[in-house]
Every structure is written in structure tokens, then in C-alpha cells.
């Protein structure tokens, strides 16, 4: 569930309309968390703390909202949206990519492909490179780390790609 208590008050202006889009284009609701219980305690319980806020907190959750946001676009772009013949991205596929990104502790870059995927790619300034190509069916990661690189496949599983990115930002701090 995606958890958007966490930003002060000016970011909520985002909160509206990602809630008009999101019934618009049919994702569901609680997709990116509107309508949970969890949500509304979450919020009520955030409402008493101080302004103080972790920046990297906030950024990321900046980040989730422009990564929900692109996700609403990429859900209405239509046949031969590349050029290409791509096909459009099936509202299932929309809403698992939702729900991944809205348990993720670090936001990634999202792009659509042609192949019926949407990839979510991490980079570090010494050039490591981690993606994930969603399908339906399966998750496809290519990790590349220094000189070695390494493909495979997972499910669904946010908990599993948390532990790859942080597996992947930790290398990062023991080079």
C-alpha cells in the first residue's frame, strides 16, 4: 500500500488529483492506498507529529507520487503509443506495478517498453546499473555491478526487491 500521510501539507495539493485520475482511468483505489484503514490511522497518527521530517523520507515520497502520477499517463497511452505498433499496458499490469512501487523503500526511474513491460531502473554515480522489467507473469532484473553483471528472474514480491535494492545500495558503501 502506498502510504502518503507522510508529506507536509503543501504536497497534498498531489492528493486530489491522483485520486480524480485514479478513478478515471480505473486503477483501483486501493492500488495506492485511498480508502484504507491503515491509510486513515496512518494520517490521523502523522497529524500530531512535528514538522520535522527526514529529507530522504520526503523525497522519496515526492518521488512515489511522481512515479504514481507517470504510471496514470503510461496507463492511457493507446495503441502505437511508440510508434512501434506497441500495444497499451493492460490495467492489470498498471496495478501491480502500483502496488510494487507504493512498498518500495527506494523509489526508481520508470519507463514504458515495447514489450508489454514497465521497467524500473536505479543507477549509482560509479555507473552500477539495477533494473526490473515487469511483466504480468514475472519479474526479469539485470544487475550490473562493476564488471559483473547477473540476469534473473522473480515474482511479484516487493519484499524480495527491496532486498535486491538494498543489497544493490550497499555495495555501494562497502566499495
Do not use: C
Not at 502505437?80 to 498498471?94: C, D, H, R, V
Not at 514497465?118 to 555507473?127: A, H, R
Amino acid at each position: 500500500m502506498i502510504n502518503i500521510a507522510h508529506v507536509t501539507a503543501n504536497e497534498s495539493k498531489y492528493f486530489p488529483r491522483l485520486q480524480n485520475e485514479s478513478s478515471r482511468t480505473k486503477i483501483a483505489p486501493r492500488a495506492i492506498g485511498y480508502g484504507s484503514m491503515n491509510y486513515h490511522l496512518h494520517n490521523e497518527a502523522m497529524s500530531s507529529v512535528s514538522s520535522a521530517i527526514n529529507p530522504f523520507f520526503l523525497k522519496e515520497e515526492i518521488q512515489k507520487h511522481k512515479n504514481i502520477k507517470k504510471l496514470i499517463d503510461i496507463s492511457n497511452f493507446g495503441k502505437n503509443w511508440n510508434g512501434y505498433g506497441a500495444q497499451p499496458f493492460t490495467q492489470s499490469l498498471i496495478n501491480s506495478v502500483l502496488n510494487l512501487i507504493g512498498n518500495l523503500d527506494r523509489q526508481p526511474k520508470i519507463f514504458p517498453t515495447g514489450r508489454k513491460s514497465i521497467q524500473l531502473e536505479y543507477e549509482l554515480t560509479n555507473d552500477d546499473y539495477l533494473e526490473f522489467e515487469i511483466f504480468e507473469d514475472r519479474i526479469e532484473v539485470y544487475k550490473e555491478v562493476g564488471e559483473n553483471e547477473k540476469e534473473f528472474e522473480i515474482s511479484h514480491n516487493a519484499k524480495i526487491m527491496n532486498r535486491i535494492i538494498h543489497d544493490f545500495y550497499e555495495y555501494k558503501y562497502k566499495s
